[in-house]
């Protein structure tokens, strides 16, 4: 199994955790929610699932989180952001509410809600080659979007409009849409096989 037994967490403060959950331990992961230091400290890879950033943000720091994953972020923990999480893993946040902060980490600008509300949520099919074909089905809930990347990150999807979707810079990987929704596992083994590197 891809995931042999891993343990891997999934950030348990606000958002799509079940479903990451569940695409973990489909995998062979030991998947585990992480909503404490001490639980962060047994994983060795982590997903910051989709949600509502903000709210995400203020849990973090509410639970005594924020400082143990930057830490955990800067001295190399795999972690694979989703969507808000994508937007938890940025260095640079557009559109973020007054006093939003990130983790950081992935040296980028994503702006929040960049296709609108709930209502513009649209899928595609996402060409993506570091996984091969078929193209990965990609669904976009009010999804940001990454606006520019530093010299260290990897570009790994963008729409056929050039606005970027997926990047990857050393064990951080993010992506604007939501594979755990689509039964297309092939990121989550991506990320497994950065843990199992890490």
């Known amino acids: 199994m891809a995931g042999s037994a ?10 799509d955790v079940r479903e ?10 030991d ?6 230091p001490e639980e962060l400290d ?4 982590l997903v910051i699932p989709g949600g509502e950033s903000s709210v995400m943000d203020k849990l973090s720091r509410l639970f005594g989180m924020q400082e143990p994953l930057r830490a955990a972020i800067a001295e190399g923990l795999p972690v ?29 600008v994503v ?3 960049a296709f609108g509300a709930q209502v513009d949520s649209f899928e595609t099919e996402l060409p993506i080659p570091v996984l091969g074909d078929p193209p990965v089905h990609a669904v976009f809930i009010r999804a940001p979007v990454v606006e520019s990347v530093g010299a260290s990150v990897e570009v790994l999807a963008a729409l056929d409009d050039d606005r970027i979707v997926a990047v990857e810079q050393g064990a951080l990987l993010g992506t604007s849409f939501h594979p755990e929704i689509t039964g297309d596992t092939r990121f989550h083994e991506y990320f497994l096989k950065k843990v199992r590197a890490a």
């Open 6 to 15: 891993l343990p891997v967490g999934v950030l348990a403060l606000q958002g």
């Open 20 to 29: 990451h959950l569940a695409v973990l331990s489909d995998l062979g992961a």
């Open 31 to 36: 998947a585990r929610p992480v909503r404490r």
């Open 42 to 45: 047994a994983v060795r890879g």
């Open 80 to 108: 694979y952001g989703t969507c808000a999480g994508l937007i938890m893993l940025s260095n640079t946040v557009r559109d973020a509410i007054e006093g939003q902060q990130t983790l950081g980490g992935l040296d980028v």
């Open 111 to 113: 702006r929040r809600n």
